[in-house]
Nanobody, 116 residues
Framework: QVRLVESGGGLVQPGDSLRLSCRTA????????MNWFRQAPGKEREFVAV????????EYADSVKGRFTISRDYARSTIFLQMNNLKPEDTAKYFC?????????WGQGTQVTVSS
């Protein structure tokens, strides 16, 4: 059974950093394209970043390029999202996502609030 559990969110000030984690079960993270999405109140869920399977590289939304870094730890079956220089517009609930055997799996999300 595929499970995704996000953690690491919180309330921070503009310019601060956070590292989100997505602990997985039921998949081999190196063999999957692993995604981060986010959803702000009243807005649609949007793509943030992907780390592609087995050395396929990474891609980012334009709004986070140069500030966010996605990575994975195979031994811990975990995906990370390092977020630097956070801005108020980064405030959202962040979700981990994977497509496995034709099904989309999501975690419960972790809230990130950037406010002075």
């Amino acid at each position: 059974q595929v499970r995704l559990v996000e953690s690491g969110g919180g309330l921070v000030q503009p310019g601060d950093s956070l590292r989100l984690s997505c602990r997985t079960a039921g998949i081999v993270v190196n063999r999957m394209n692993m995604n981060w999405f986010r959803q702000a109140p009243g807005k649609e869920r949007e793509f943030v970043a992907v780390i592609k399977s087995e050395g396929g590289g990474t891609e980012y939304a334009d709004s986070v390029k140069g500030r966010f870094t996605i990575s994975r730890d195979y031994a811990r079956s975990t995906i990370f999202l390092q977020m630097n220089n956070l801005k108020p517009e980064d405030t959202a609930k962040y979700f981990c996502n994977v497509i496995f055997r034709g099904n989309a799996y999501w975690g419960q999300g972790t809230q990130v609030t950037v406010s002075s």
